[in-house]
């Protein structure tokens, strides 16, 4: 049964998040990178709403959002000169920063890791939410385990139809989840591509340690244990090289393209296309809400035209990756 409350984030729209905040619930709330199941990060009785909820497996720790850099210092044991150079640079942000978690915060907000994953998210609702409670917000994006993440206030009543409350801020600018980095020690090291683009991040520190990725073979045939599967829509998701009319007839009826370059006019006319923008931020802001769209549409496949190679479309493929995974 849906119980969620869609609320305007007004004056009287934030108390009401505020007080189930401090009453150890959650509320899920807009940021720029993708909508947030928010929890007071230091209780354990709102952390465990939040895996229960999104049956997420205990292992996977939670990004902690706050409102500024003096506040996730509070929260690290020591905070390295790449951590105030990227914080000052791109905070508030989509920018999350992996340091050693001070001895005050409690480990099952980490999943148990020394280390802690903090940012200051961008969008006006999130801080002055982070702000009006004055706590730090567990917030990972809300969505079922695994799911495809929120853009929009519907998007997250129709995956968690149980959450009490859902504070409506309209679509996500970003509309990616935001890039993990760990600074907790040497060189920053690149743990999740996202919204802020590595060559961003390289600019402002120099070196970043960007791990090798795991290219997910195009093609309908796909191994498993390509990468775990993430961020994936109902229907199955199929990366191809072209969007060959051949090619697409074995991917069986009901099928949905999610491209962007155009489609010529031979596709078949009961086929689904979502034409998005061809520059990798205009992408990645459209991605999740283009997936939703053809899963609503009831499609049985995927078939997505595999994204250039540049780094600039790290983030999209690994999303992709996952997708299929
Ligand atoms: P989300 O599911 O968007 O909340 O993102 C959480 C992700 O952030 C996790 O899946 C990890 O990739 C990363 N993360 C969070 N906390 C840590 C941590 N302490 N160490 C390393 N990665 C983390
Ligand atoms: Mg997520």
Redesign the pocket.
């Known amino acids: 049964m849906r119980t969620a409350q869609i609320v305007l984030p007004d004056a009287d729209g934030l108390d009401a998040a505020v007080a189930l905040l401090k009453a150890d619930q959650v509320c899920a709330f807009p940021t720029e990178t993708v909508y947030g199941l928010g929890a007071n990060a230091l209780s354990e009785t709102a952390i465990s709403e939040v895996y229960r909820l999104k049956g997420r497996p205990s292992w ?4 902690v959002h706050v409102a500024d850099a003096d506040m996730a210092r509070t929260l690290a044991a020591t905070w390295p000169d790449t951590a105030a150079e990227l914080a000052r640079r791109f905070w508030p942000g989509p920018l ?1 920063l ?1 340091v050693d978690r001070a001895d005050h915060v409690p480990g099952f907000v ?1 999943a148990g ?1 020394p ?3 903090i940012r200051v998210p961008a969008h006006p609702v999130a801080l002055a939410l982070l702000e009006a409670s004055g706590l730090p917000l567990a917030a ?2 809300a969505n079922r385990s695994e799911g495809l993440s929120p853009t929009s206030a519907d998007h997250v009543v129709r995956s968690l139809p149980d959450v009490p409350m859902v504070l409506d801020g309209g679509r996500c600018q970003f509309g990616l ?1 935001s890039t ?1 980095v ?1 600074v907790s020690h040497g060189t920053p090291r690149l ?2 591509p996202g919204a802020l683009s590595v060559a961003d991040i390289r600019a402002a520190v120099g070196d970043i340690d960007v791990p090798e990725e795991s290219t997910p073979a195009p093609g309908p045939v796909l191994s498993p244990g390509m990468g775990k599967r993430h961020y994936a829509p109902r229907a199955r998701v199929v990366l191809v090289p072209t969007l060959d009319t051949a090619a697409l007839r074995h991917l069986g009826p009901q099928l949905g393209i999610l491209t962007h370059l155009p489609v010529n006019d031979t596709i078949n006319q009961d086929t689904r296309v979502e034409l998005l923008p061809a520059d990798p931020s205009g992408y990645g802001t459209e991605l999740y809400a283009a997936l939703h769209r053809l899963d609503e549409s009831g499609v049985h496949t995927i078939a997505v035209l595999t994204p250039p190679d540049d780094e600039d479309w790290l983030a999209v493929r690994d999303r992709l990756g996952r997708a299929v995974a």
């Not at 996977?60 to 990004?63: A, E, G, R, S």
């Open positions: 996977n720790p939670l990004i999350t992996v980490s890791s280390t802690v994953a990972p994006s989840e993990v760990d743990l999740r």
